[in-house]
């Protein structure tokens, strides 16, 4: 069985500060880890994959993530936020060929 | 990376009519599609899983005579609302997984917002 946990359902920064949004998984496989994004009333857009290659992986947009897996973490970073970063954004599992497990998702806020 | 196309982005339709929702693979073949569903609010929950040339398999609670999945080509699959409601109003998107340097990797559509009025 696999899982996806998203610690925070909502989380507001200031413009131009950090940004952490936390995800936990499970899973019986060696996981394949992805983060998207979603902004409103658009599809999904991949920021970033981990496929057992670097533990620390960059995406698009200045985000990363870490791969933890002592922690079985994969919290997704940026160092500084922009107001088009207000977005949703999911953490996704799947060891190969099962099936997608989404997180509920991080609604991500931005203060200008 | 590969594409995946979802047509339309968005429809309006009237109760007890049909809608029905494509989703192509562009660059790449896919045997399997997925179908998901997402409440406000909340995150995508899958519906169904896509096969090219066999019968669609649905996850509990998802009433096949009502959402009808055709796989006819391994660059196309289509989801047909049968006889909407206004419950029936949600966001779908579509998914197809392209396997390649090791590892798979799951491409969405941009989804289609269905409205029931």
């Known amino acids: 069985a696999q899982s996806v946990t998203q610690l925070d359902s909502h989380v507001s920064v200031s413009e131009g500060t950090p940004v952490l949004l936390r995800c936990n998984y499970s899973?019986?496989?060696?996981?394949?880890l992805f983060w998207y994004v979603q902004h409103p009333n658009k599809g999904l857009q991949l920021l970033l994959k981990y496929t057992s290659a670097a533990t620390l992986v960059k995406g698009i947009n200045g985000f990363e993530a870490e791969f933890k897996k002592s922690e079985t973490s994969f919290h997704l970073t940026k160092p500084s936020a922009h107001m088009s970063d207000a977005a949703e954004y999911f953490c996704v599992v799947y060891g190969g060929y099962q099936k997608v497990t989404f997180g509920i998702g991080t609604k991500l806020q931005v203060i200008p | 990376g590969a594409v995946v196309s979802q047509h339309p982005s968005w429809v309006i339709c009237k109760s007890g009519t049909s809608v029905k929702i494509e989703c192509r693979s562009l660059d790449f073949q896919a045997t399997t599609m997925f179908w998901y569903r997402q409440f406000p609010k909340q995150s995508l929950m899958l519906m169904a899983t896509s096969n090219e040339g066999s019968k669609a398999t649905y996850e509990q609670g998802v009433e096949k005579d009502k959402f009808l999945i055709n796989h006819a080509s391994l660059t196309l699959s289509t989801l047909t609302v049968t006889s909407a409601h206004p419950e029936d109003s949600s966001f779908y998107i579509c998914?197809?997984?392209?396997?390649?340097?090791?590892?798979?990797?799951?491409?969405f559509g941009q989804g289609t917002r269905l409205t029931v009025v």
């Open positions: 899973s019986s496989y060696s996981p394949s």
């Open positions: 998914s197809a997984r392209e396997y390649r340097g090791g590892s798979t990797e799951a491409f």
